[in-house]
Every structure is written in structure tokens, then in C-alpha cells.
Antibody, heavy 115, light 107 residues
Framework: EVQLQESGPGLVKPSQSLSLTCSVT????????WGWIRKFPGNKMEWMGY???????SYNPSLKSRISITRDTSKNQFFLQLNSVTTEDTATYYC?????????WGQGASVTVSS | DIRMTQSPASLSASLGETVNIECLAS??????LAWYQQKPGKSPQLLIY???SLQNGVPSRFSGSGSGTQYSLKINSLQSEDVATYFC?????????FGGGTKLELK
């Protein structure tokens, strides 16, 4: 059974970078697609982007200049970096498996952007 | 971006009741629609994809329907474990977008 687990700092200062790790067990990230989705206070959800089995990436145009998704296949992990964060990036960040639909999700990492 | 409008934003229903949640897309999404359930403190779980296909392991009291711009999620015989927030998501056009969620509570 695939399991995903997010990890990273829960507090980030404005203008700095947000970095999260998604550790995957039970399934190789060299298969399928692996993405990041965030849920803002108030329930709005936003698809952020994905990294594919081959390492190619696709990002939400609203974030394209600030986001990077990379991976370490030796550790079966993939990563999110979001640059120049503001308080509007405060959200719960989820990693998930899937291209069109996400059929496995991590538990979520709450990130607050505050000075 | 395709805008997904869910209704109602919240609803209260009794055990055993039938519940319907609607999702309206701002343009035709050709049944490229998924429904997710998120229980309090948990991660979202895929319920329905392709508008009406039930994900493995999901109880048959859940069903999806619709076409074009209008879609719905139906829960028959509401159970206590169905208390959750439900989201729709379109995957017809990048970027994938979600509805605002429907919070379902027990009356």
C-alpha cells in the first residue's frame, strides 16, 4: 500500500522560501505522477504542480515563477520549493499521487508564513 | 482557469437520508470530474472519477452523475462516517481546479 508523508518547517518568514519533502513508501516515484496541492484557510484548494515518473514537471501558471518540484529517486522522495512567500501562502500542503486525479494523499503539512 | 462552483457550501442531514451535492463548471469539462471526501483532521480521499466511476473500496451508497457543466454527488442512506467536507475537481483543462467544498454535518 502506498503511503505519503510530508515534512518540513511549519513556520516560514515572508520573502523566504518554503521547502517541503514528501516521502513515499510502498510505491516507486519512478512510476506515475506526483504532485502538490494546498488547502487555504477557508477551504479553497489549489493544484500546484507535479513531477512525472521521468522527472518532467508541470506547474500551475499562477505559481510558475516561484515554484519548483524536484525529486531524489534514491530516497523515493520528491520536494516542493516555493520562493518569495507571503502571508497568502499560509496553507496546509499535501503531496499526492496521480495525474488527472489524486488517488493517494499525504496527511498534510501546515505551513504558516509570518514574521 | 475553469471555475468550479459547489453548492451548497454546507448542509445538515439525518442518518439514513439521501444527500445531493452539486458542482457547476464555468465551461464544458466533458465528464473530467472527480469527487473527494475529507474527514476532519484527515487527508482527502478519492471517491469518484470520470464523473460517475466509483473508486475501489468506496461504498456503493456514493454515486456521481452529470455531464457538460453540471455534476452531482449523491449519498444514499447517510451514515455517521460520511460526516466530512466534499470537494469536486476538474481535470479537463490545465490547471486542474477544485470547488469550494461542501461541509456535511449530521442533523
Amino acid at each position: 500500500e502506498v503511503q505519503l508523508q510530508e515534512s518540513g518547517p511549519g513556520l516560514v518568514k515572508p520573502s523566504q522560501s518554503l521547502s517541503l519533502t514528501c516521502s513515499v513508501t510502498g510505491y516507486s516515484i519512478t512510476s506515475n505522477y506526483w504532485g502538490w496541492i494546498r488547502k487555504f484557510p477557508g477551504n479553497k484548494m489549489e493544484w500546484m504542480g507535479y513531477i512525472s515518473y521521468s522527472g518532467s514537471t508541470s506547474y500551475n501558471p499562477s505559481l510558475k515563477s516561484r515554484i519548483s518540484i524536484t525529486r531524489d529517486t534514491s530516497k523515493n522522495q520528491f520536494f516542493l520549493q516555493l520562493n518569495s512567500v507571503t502571508t497568502e501562502d499560509t496553507a496546509t500542503y499535501y503531496c499526492a499521487r496521480g495525474y488527472y486525479v489524486m488517488d493517494a494523499w499525504g496527511q498534510g503539512a501546515s505551513v504558516t508564513v509570518s514574521s | 482557469d475553469i471555475r468550479m462552483t459547489q453548492s451548497p457550501a454546507s448542509l445538515s442531514a439525518s442518518l439514513g437520508e439521501t444527500v445531493n451535492i452539486e458542482c457547476l463548471a464555468s465551461e464544458d469539462i466533458y465528464s473530467d470530474l472527480a469527487w473527494y471526501q475529507q474527514k476532519p483532521g484527515k487527508s482527502p480521499q478519492l471517491l469518484i472519477y470520470n464523473a460517475n466511476s466509483l473508486q475501489n473500496g468506496v461504498p456503493s451508497r456514493f454515486s456521481g452523475s452529470g455531464s457538460g457543466t453540471q455534476y452531482s454527488l449523491k449519498i444514499n442512506s447517510l451514515q455517521s462516517e460520511d460526516v466530512a467536507t466534499y470537494f469536486c475537481q476538474q481535470y479537463n483543462n490545465y490547471p486542474w481546479t477544485f470547488g469550494g467544498g461542501t461541509k456535511l454535518e449530521l442533523k
